[in-house]
């Protein structure tokens, strides 16, 4: 198990930028797929994004491709979600999620999640 906290949310106006980051306790991080989810009120949860544990394969879901970019710096135990172009629709707490397999997708595959924190776009 990984211990993950988020910090990097807040209010934005549509078309502004946020950078989320995601710290994780543990020499063993680089072990990890590591994701980000967000759930918006009174919708699922949703897969944003998720990288590998190298760093070298990324996936996102479709409504945020071109516009997000999930990194990781395994030598600060951190993975960041680069969110520009924000858009109302983009509203949601966002959570960061471990998974000790190369890469992962679906929320099942995770098994440690972050707290969670607030993106609000504004109209």
């Known amino acids: 198990q990984v211990q993950l906290v988020e910090s990097g949310g807040g209010l934005v106006q549509t078309g502004g930028s946020l950078r989320l980051s995601c710290a994780a306790s543990?020499?063993?991080?680089?072990?990890?797929?590591m994701g980000w989810f967000r759930q918006a009120p009174g919708k699922e949860r949703e897969f944003v994004a998720a990288?590998?544990?190298?760093?070298?394969?990324?996936y996102y879901t479709d409504s945020v491709k071109g516009r997000f970019t999930i990194s990781r710096d395994n030598a600060k135990n951190t993975v960041y979600l680069q969110m520009n172009s924000l858009k109302p629709d983009d509203t949601a707490v966002y959570y960061c999620a471990a998974a000790s397999t190369v890469i992962a997708a679906t929320a099942a595959d995770f098994g440690s999640w972050g707290q969670g924190t607030q993106v609000t776009v504004s109209s």
């Open positions: 990288i590998s544990w190298s760093g070298g394969s990324a």
């Open positions: 543990g020499r063993t991080f680089r072990r990890y797929a």
